[in-house]
């Protein structure tokens, strides 16, 4: 069952589940069944309600117990028992049907109306009596009172044959050329004929007069209609004895109290087609016109639409069961459409099931899940080359982009990106192998492999805020932003024109904040390590207090360091610290030169000058403060000092940095053309 929703109004499409083809056997039917789930879940309202391949005419028993269709191929009716919900009998016809009536209140009667000129009467039992009329004929209908039965066509004249005596009575001879469409009122049996010159024709069946002739051409062309020509007369319908709606070749529909010669409503379908059938429904207020394209339901007072039902397939007759919501559709496909209305009215009796099935779906609240589509926004669409699509059946819009088909998405990814695939397979054979690698020894890092950068700010405010390492880390392990840090998708890209034009702010902050690089950390944490490593390969810390006194007799300033040392020493008794000064004192050890240490500093260097360019490591040389010298004359042991003004290497820093944050945001004038003149 497939449910819409048109102007707030509910719909349910009870024929568009899927079909099993007829020539198949029992046992692969079940099997089918079987395997597919959408088979076992259909609604089959009707079984076989359906034509061979088109449906032209479908008309309900004045009891509703029958339902008759007919189509072709090969031309034939078939009736439906709706007690049983299946087929009762199926009669085939020599020649394709036009219009049929049931004369009776059940399916023992019927007159069919053929493309070649025939009038065939079925019984019960099968075709009764077969006649033929002089012309083509357009319409069929029947005065239960008198059991005259009407029929008009390529003919001024209205044929009419007396079915209680069993013969022709002279025709109604009318000043029009032909008639599309004929109706007899079931309060009055005031018989109406549309014609093909726009006019309406009233013919009174007691004095066998023509008693009023209304021209609806007139009323159609004040109307702005999508067709400019003559129209003509194709569908009639009556609400009561008073209320009559006339359908034209152009779209209209007219509503007329028959008391007044002009339309109290003209209500356009907006389509340029024939109106093929018109339905009044009588508890609503509302009137349900059909031409080939769509079925609209209005109301019949203000015009204001209701809702609309639009199929795939043109339509061909419009049959509503009185009383309920339920309607058929014959149309140009093999299956007859029916739909169910809840708004308009309840279910038929004979499917009363129907009630609780639409409660039940209206209180499962299920989020529709369409595996056969893919959502794409308009940026997607155009990186696609599908942009020209748009407005065209293949793209449904939806919220901010539009719903296609998967097929058709995957062969436009193809041929847009045909590498994607090898980049995927790459890519998954990359993280398969960096899994099989998880057994390895790996060297615990605090920072992530995605977005490190940003790990980093994160890490650095916290620790200006003074939290913990539990709060620091926790960002960085919740599952909701785990992904940030783990998946390449989520990488800042600072190539980007959108992260360019947000640089100079984003300096302008981590200044102000004090964050340093990811290069600048690294840098730090190697010296550090360098000097956790050469600290005990050189020196030795001096702990006892006449080491320190001999240390600090070579010293200049011995007396205040020993005041120092003395007061550190109070300070730390009286807090009940565990652990002694933070500040240590080391000397060098025996045999241990300056040179010996700038040597070795000399070599662990050399593996980052190594990747330095030749104009970097002189220029490095030539910035360096201090400068060792292995040999001199005036001994091992040479240091020169290169002088600076610390003061004005500041001012020189801020002021360079400053020009470069200009030169950043500054806008080039190189686009404007002309000179400027000052008058």
């Known amino acids: 069952m497939q449910v819409s929703n048109v102007n707030d109004v509910k719909l349910y499409n009870l024929s568009s589940s899927k079909s099993l083809p007829e020539w198949l056997s029992d046992r692969k039917k079940r099997r089918m069944q079987q395997k597919d789930v959408e088979l076992r879940r259909r609604i089959e309202l009707i079984q076989d309600f359906k034509m061979p391949s088109v449906s032209n005419c479908i008309k309900v028993s004045r009891d509703g117990q029958y339902v008759m269709a007919t189509g072709v191929y090969k031309p034939r009716v078939r009736c439906y028992d709706v007690q049983d919900l299946a087929l009762k009998f199926e009669r085939c016809f020599d020649a394709e049907v036009i219009k049929f009536e049931i004369l009776s209140d059940d399916y023992t009667k019927m007159a069919f109306l053929q493309e070649d000129r025939y009038l065939e009467f079925h019984s019960q039992e099968g075709r009764y009596f077969r006649l033929r009329i002089p012309r083509f004929g357009h319409d069929l209908a029947y005065n239960r009172s008198n059991c005259d039965l009407y029929c008009v066509g390529d003919s001024p004249e ?3 044959l007396n079915l209680e005596q069993g013969k022709f009575l002279s025709p109604y001879v009318s000043d029009s050329p032909s008639f599309n469409v004929c109706l007899s009122n079931e309060y009055h049996n005031l018989l109406v004929c549309g014609s093909e010159d726009g006019c309406i024709e009233a013919w009174d069946p007691r004095n066998d007069q023509k008693v009023a002739k209304l021209d609806c051409a007139a009323s159609c062309l004040n109307v702005d209609s999508v067709n400019e020509t003559m129209p003509s007369i ?23 109290d028959i008391r007044s010669a002009k339309p109290y409503l003209v209500k356009d379908h907006l389509y340029g087609l024939p109106i ?12 349900a016109s059909m031409d080939s394209k769509i079925v609209k339901f209005w109301n019949r007072n203000s015009g204001d639409p209701f809702t609309s039902i639009q199929t795939q397939s043109d339509l061909n007759d419009l049959c509503l069961i009185p009383n309920t919501g339920m309607l058929f ?13 809840p708004s308009i009215g309840t279910a038929p009796k004979w499917c009363s099931f129907l009630e609780h099935l639409v409660e039940e ?3 499962s609240n299920e989020n529709n899940i369409y595996d056969d589509y893919k959502f794409v926004t308009m940026q997607e669409l155009e990186s696609l080359g599908l942009n020209h699509l748009i407005g065209t059946n293949l793209l449904r819009a939806h919220m901010h982009g539009f719903f296609i088909d998967i097929r058709l998405y995957h062969k436009a990814k193809a041929a847009s990106d045909p590498f994607a695939y090898e980049e995927y397979k790459r890519k998954k054979i990359k993280e398969k192998m960096e899994a099989e690698r998880g057994s390895r020894v790996k060297v615990n890092s605090k920072l992530p492999k995605v977005n490190r950068e940003l790990a980093l700010k994160l890490m650095e405010s916290n620790e200006a ?10 960002l960085l392990k919740d ?11 989520f990488q800042v890209d600072e190539s980007t024109e959108e992260y360019k034009l947000l640089l100079p702010m984003i300096t302008k902050l981590n200044k102000k904040k004090g964050m340093k690089s990811d290069k600048e950390r690294n840098e730090e944490e190697e010296e550090e390590s360098e000097l956790r490593f050469e600290i005990p390969q050189y020196f030795d810390e001096v702990n006892d207090k006449k080491d320190m006194n001999e240390f600090s007799e070579s010293s200049e300033s011995d007396d205040e360091e020993e005041i120092k040392t003395e007061k550190v020493q109070k300070n730390n008794q009286s807090k009940g610290k565990k652990n002694e000064s933070t500040t240590k004192m080391y000397k060098l050890k025996e045999g241990k030169t300056i040179t010996d240490l700038a040597m070795k500093k000399v070599k662990s260097n050399s593996k980052r000058e190594s990747k330095m360019t030749l104009a970097d490591r002189l220029k490095a040389y030539e910035d360096s403060d201090v400068r060792v010298k292995s040999r001199g004359v005036h001994g091992n042991c040479v240091i020169t000092f290169k002088p600076k003004d610390e003061r004005k290497e500041r001012q ?14 500054a806008r080039s004038a190189k686009g404007i053309k002309g000179k400027i003149q000052f008058g």
Do not use: C, W
């Not at 559709?329 to 209305?341: G, K, V, W």
């Not at 805020?465 to 926790?474: D, L, R, T, V, Y």
């Not at 599952?479 to 998708?489: G, I, M, S, T």
């Open 158 to 160: 209205i044929y009419r």
């Open 234 to 256: 194709t569908s009639l319908a009556f609400k009561d004895g008073l209320h009559l709606a006339a359908g034209t070749s152009s779209g209209l529909i007219l509503l007329y």
């Open 276 to 287: 093929k059938d018109i339905e009044f429904i009588a508890d609503r207020d509302l009137v």
């Open 329 to 341: 559709l014959a149309n140009e496909a093999p299956q007859i459409l029916t739909y169910f209305i």
């Open 361 to 363: 779906m209206e209180e």
């Open 465 to 474: 805020k003074n939290k913990s390492k539990e709060e620091e880390q926790s």
């Open 479 to 489: 599952e909701r932003f785990k992904a940030l840090f783990e998946n390449p998708d």
């Open 652 to 665: 020189n820093e801020k002021l360079k940095s400053h020009l470069e944050e200009r030169s950043k945001v």
